[in-house]
């Protein structure tokens, strides 16, 4: 059943972004980010009275730094979104597994020594290379597919995936501490809400554009879904195989992000393109697999 709430989750998160690239339009970055906060945190706040669950946490130091974390990649996911066709934006925020591998990497080279000398154990050639895959995946995506002066956006959205690497580690650790999705969702959402409206202090406001303004709505409701989806993805997934299984239906975005950014925007995405997003799926399931053995 794991399975398929991270599946949900992923067209949820998909069609957010779908969402989000028509708000983009009128709203800047972290507008969008307050907006989808307040919604989502009205609409669990709804959920919980109706089941009855408590908001009151034991841990609100974790809640208080998975909200830090999370919503620094959520800002620069979404302008990446703004500025990057769907599924470019998508897969290089999905890019999580590829950076804890890339940390594993490094911290095993740091004590590295040739066979023979010293303890330390010898290097997982196999995740070095599949490391250097995903990152050859990069090039091969924005090369052909991103323009000069989306280069940045493209750096904003590469590290939206980084930081995005840690949140789903403080998601996993507070479902295992039996915090209930909807507690985990509905603060993630006040720390939205929070860093949204500070944000706007600095970088201003638009105009309010009329109708247009409803995207925002669909916005905070599957961001709300996908993060429950999400949760309960991770926190029903009690064995190794099953959490792997969960971490790895993640890339399924990237395939509904692909569609809706070629039918719904006509993005062109060449081979090459396509060939790149493939690399990357393909190196953070294999990422996946071997960090879990």
Request: overall charge positive; charged content about 10%.
């Amino acid at each position: 059943m794991q399975a398929l709430w991270m599946v949900a989750a992923a067209f949820m998160f998909a069609l957010m972004g779908v969402c989000i690239k028509f708000a983009s339009v009128y709203f800047n970055a972290a507008e969008i980010v307050f907006y989808r906060g307040i919604i989502s945190m009205a609409l669990i706040w709804w959920l919980t009275r109706r089941q009855h669950i408590s908001l009151t946490t034991r841990y609100p130091k974790m809640h208080a730094w998975r909200s830090c974390i999370g919503v620094t990649s959520m800002g620069m996911w979404f302008y990446a979104i703004g500025k990057l066709p769907l599924a470019t934006a998508m897969t290089l925020n999905y890019m999580s597994s590829l950076w804890v591998a890339a940390f594993v990497v490094g911290s095993a080279l740091l004590t590295w020594r040739p066979k023979g000398e010293g303890d330390q154990p010898a290097l997982n050639i196999p995740l070095v290379l599949t490391v250097i895959s995903g990152f050859c995946g990069v090039i091969l995506m924005l090369r052909p597919n991103i323009d000069a002066d989306q280069m940045f956006a493209g750096m904003v959205g590469l590290m939206s995936g980084l930081i995005s690497a840690f949140a789903y580690m403080q998601v996993v650790a507070l479902s295992r501490m039996g915090e209930p999705e909807q507690r985990v969702v509905f603060y993630f959402a006040v720390g939205s809400a929070i860093a949204g409206g500070l944000a706007t202090l600095f970088v201003g406001t638009s105009s309010f554009p009329g109708w247009p303004a409803l995207w925002l709505i669909p916005v905070g409701i599957l961001a709300a879904g996908a993060q429950l989806a999400m949760t309960r993805a991770y926190g029903s997934a009690t064995t190794r195989r099953a959490t792997l299984v969960v971490a790895n239906l993640q890339y399924s975005g990237i395939v509904f992000a692909g569609l809706f950014s070629v039918v719904v925007f006509g993005d062109q995405i060449p081979a090459i393109g396509w060939m790149g997003m493939a690399l990357i799926v393909a190196s953070g399931i294999v990422a996946t697999v071997l960090r879990k053995r």
